[in-house]
């Protein structure tokens, strides 16, 4: 007798974050709009801040230190990264990622990352 596989599951990266940022999402993957873009980003980040670290409801401000203000360390940063690359299927490397330290440095880096990609300019 062989043993039947267990079925896959199927994970939806976003899948804790409100109806808002998957539609968000959904929208940004159909249309390539920036606003639906940040929303995912903004959100993303914000679920990443360290739980130590106090963080007013609202949007983040763009003027927000990832690590001085968000609490943000090496490996935190590095797991909204890999995050995000996962996400939106962009490669990113040390050397590019060393100029952001601001919430408004990164959703702007990840707009000319993901507007680099072949068949992604709009």
Known sequence: M?????PRRSTDPLGKFPES???????F????EADALDEVVL??????VPKSV??????????????ADLGFDSLALS??????EDLFGVRINNEEIM???????????????IASLPGRAR
């Open 2 to 6: 062989s043993a039947t596989p267990a």
């Open 21 to 27: 940022v998957r539609a968000a999402y959904t929208r």
């Open 29 to 32: 993957q159909l249309t390539g």
């Open 43 to 48: 959100a993303i980040v914000r679920d990443f």
């Open 54 to 67: 106090p963080v007013a409801p609202g949007p983040l401000p763009e003027e927000s230190r990832l690590r």
């Open 79 to 84: 797991e909204v990264i890999f995050f995000l």
């Open 99 to 113: 100029g952001v330290r601001t919430v408004g440095n990164l959703r702007q880096f990840l707009r000319q990352k």
